[in-house]
């Protein structure tokens, strides 16, 4: 199985309607007829949400579970604030239709403009992507706090002592790790110095900066968009620490080097030390899951390699 297929390795809720292209095309059919429908893809099933791209130019988003139908109008309310926000020179998806509840599907739900092109994972990355990436995250977490909250974002209270004290858990959960990663298990199991916490104030943050949410161009290997966005007001080094799994501790350097926002003294080491934390959690969840290590070693050999010498 692919890193594509799978980026969590914890029990999801179950849907609470069960949708197929069928249905899919039936419901589009129906609120939307304008629409070709010449090809509809099945894309992804996340947490929240299951995409479809449409006529290679519109992904439709059906959400999972009440809870996230129930949030919807909060959600796309803050993508159109982040969007506007950072402007064009960050590739956000824009919602363009929103279909309305019906007997075939209980829900609202609604439809983004398709960002074409690869996840960070699937691709060769190059020092000039980590460049995009840091300069895109400039424009992000350079957002008024203020309005940000005024369009329904919400701040986090979760300290780097709170989020090393869970990844840990996951990890000790899993005595297996120590075979399968030896020296990654051995720098947990000695103790590692926690980095402080911020001193400046919290910033809006994608929250959730996985590879997969990260398109790369086809053709020049750049940043192209940057989707699923779960925004919330936090530390900033936290979406820097997701880049590991794009990319070895020289192309997180490379991202934090083009980053332009005033930073406090800890944020490189608590970029990398989150970096470990996540990937050995990671790796721990596919050992638990029965899927197996292999093909997610690659993390914690980014997050753990030497880029001094």
């Known amino acids: 199985m692919s890193i594509r297929e799978t980026s969590r390795f914890v029990d999801e809720p179950d849907d609470d309607f069960e949708l197929s292209l069928d249905l899919v095309a039936s419901v589009l059919r129906e609120q939307f007829p304008q629409i070709a429908r010449c090809s509809i893809q099945f894309l992804e099933s996340g947490w929240s949400y299951d995409a479809y791209l449409v006529d290679e130019s519109l992904v439709f988003r059906f959400p999972r579970h009440a809870g996230v139908a129930r949030d919807l109008d909060r959600q796309e309310r803050v993508l159109a604030f982040v969007g506007s926000a950072v402007g064009a020179s960050v590739g956000i998806p824009k919602s363009v239709l929103r279909g309305a509840p019906s007997a075939r599907f209980p829900y609202c739900f609604t439809a983004h403009e398709y960002i074409a092109g690869d996840q960070a994972w699937s691709v060769e990355v190059t020092p000039e992507l980590a460049t995009d990436i ?20 919400r701040a986090s209270t979760e300290s780097t002592r709170f989020v090393f004290e869970q990844l840990r858990r996951e990890v000790s959960e899993v005595p297996a790790m120590e075979a399968a990663a030896p020296g990654p298990y051995q720098w947990l199991a000695a103790g590692p110095v926690v980095p402080n916490d911020p001193g400046g104030p919290p910033r809006l943050i994608h929250g959730d900066l996985l590879p997969r949410h990260i398109i790369v161009n086809r053709a020049n290997g750049r940043l192209a968009g940057i989707l699923d966005w779960e925004p919330v007001l936090s ?48 790796v721990a969840g596919s050992v638990r899951s029965g ?19």
């Open 134 to 153: 840091g300069r895109a995250l400039t424009r992000v977490h350079s957002i008024d706090v203020s309005a940000a909250e005024a369009a329904g974002v």
């Open 291 to 309: 899927w197996g290590p292999t093909p997610y070693m690659r993390f914690l050999n980014n997050a753990f390699e030497d880029d001094q010498q």
């Open 235 to 282: 530390d900033p080094a936290l979406d820097f620490s997701y880049l590991v799994y794009c990319g070895p501790l020289s192309f997180v350097r490379r991202a934090v080097d083009a980053y332009e926002v005033p930073v406090d003294a800890a944020f490189l080491e608590r970029t990398i030390f989150l970096g470990r934390m996540r990937s050995l959690a990671w």
